[in-house]
C-alpha cells in the first residue's frame, strides 16, 4: 500500500521558520515523485512544491519561490519542505501526496493523478 505522512506543522510568527516532513512508505521511493499542496480556509487546493526522482526536476509555485525548498532523503524514504520568511498567507492545512507522474501534474492541479495522500498538517503563521 501506498502511504505518506505529514508531520512538522504548527504556530509560527511571521518571517518564522518551519520544516515539513513527508514520511513514505509502500512503494519504491526512489522512483516516484512527492508533491506538495496546501489549502487554506474558504480557498482552493494549490500546488506548492514538488520533487521527482523520475527525471530529477522540482517545482516551485511562484508564491513561495525563493522561500521554501524540497529535498529529499531516499536512505530515510522521506522529503523535506523548508520554509522561511513565512507570511501569514501560506497559513494553510499542507498535504503530500506521491505519485509516479512528472511534477508538471502539481501546477497542472492534477490531483487524481497521485496514488496516495497524507493526513495533512497545519501550518498557522501569525502576524
Known amino acids: 500500500e501506498v502511504r505518506v505522512v505529514e508531520s512538522g506543522g504548527g504556530l509560527v510568527q511571521a518571517e518564522g521558520s518551519l520544516r515539513l516532513s513527508c514520511a513514505a512508505s509502500g512503494f519504491i521511493f526512489e522512483d516516484y515523485t512527492i508533491g506538495w499542496f496546501r489549502q487554506a480556509p474558504g480557498k482552493e487546493r494549490e500546488g506548492v512544491s514538488c520533487?521527482?526522482?523520475?527525471?530529477?526536476?522540482?517545482y516551485y509555485a511562484d508564491s513561495v519561490k525563493g522561500r521554501f525548498s524540497i529535498s529529499s532523503d531516499n536512505a530515510k524514504n522521506t522529503v523535506f519542505l523548508q520554509m522561511n520568511s513565512l507570511k501569514p498567507e501560506d497559513t494553510a492545512v499542507y498535504y503530500c501526496a506521491a505519485g509516479w507522474i512528472p511534477c508538471s501534474a502539481v501546477p497542472a492541479s492534477q490531483f487524481n493523478a497521485f496514488d496516495a495522500w497524507g493526513q495533512g498538517t497545519l501550518v498557522t503563521v501569525s502576524s
Open positions: 520533487i521527482s526522482s523520475m527525471d530529477g526536476s522540482t
